[in-house]
C-alpha cells in the first residue's frame, strides 16, 4: 500500500509564506522524481516544481524565485516553501512522487487573500 501524506496548507495574506511537506511510505521505492502541482478552479493541473534524487530542480516560471523545493531522502519526503505568495498561487496542491509508477497526494488547500 502506498501513502503521500501531505500537509501545510492553510489560508495566507498576500506576502505571506506557507511550507508544504509530503512523506511516502510503502510498497514505493526506488524513488527517483518528487514534485509539486496545482489546481486552480477551473483550470487544468499544473507543474510547480520537481527535484531529482540528486537534486536538480525544475520550477514553473511563475514561482521562480519565490518557491523552493527540497527533498529528504532518508525520510522520503519532499518540501515546497513558498514565500512572497500571490492571490494567483490559490490551489489545490499535489504532491507527486515518480516511482516504478506515478503516485499523487490528496491534496492540500492553498489560499491566499489579497
Known amino acids: 500500500q502506498v501513502q503521500l501524506v501531505e500537509s501545510g496548507g492553510g489560508l495566507v495574506q498576500a506576502g505571506g509564506s506557507l511550507r508544504l511537506s509530503c512523506a511516502a511510505s510503502g510498497s514505493i521505492f526506488p524513488i527517483n522524481a518528487m514534485g509539486w502541482y496545482r489546481q486552480a478552479p477551473g483550470k487544468q493541473r499544473e507543474l510547480v516544481a520537481t527535484i531529482t534524487r540528486g537534486g536538480t530542480t525544475n520550477y514553473a516560471d511563475s514561482v521562480k524565485g519565490r518557491f523552493t523545493i527540497s527533498r529528504d531522502n532518508a525520510k522520503n519526503t519532499v518540501y515546497l516553501q513558498m ?32
Do not use: H, R
Not at 512572497?84 to 512522487?97: G, M
Not at 506515478?102 to 487573500?113: A, E, L, P
Open 83 to 114: 514565500n512572497s505568495l500571490k492571490p494567483e498561487d490559490t490551489a489545490v496542491y499535489y504532491c507527486n512522487v515518480k516511482s516504478l509508477s506515478n503516485y499523487w497526494g490528496q491534496g492540500t488547500q492553498v489560499t491566499v487573500s489579497s
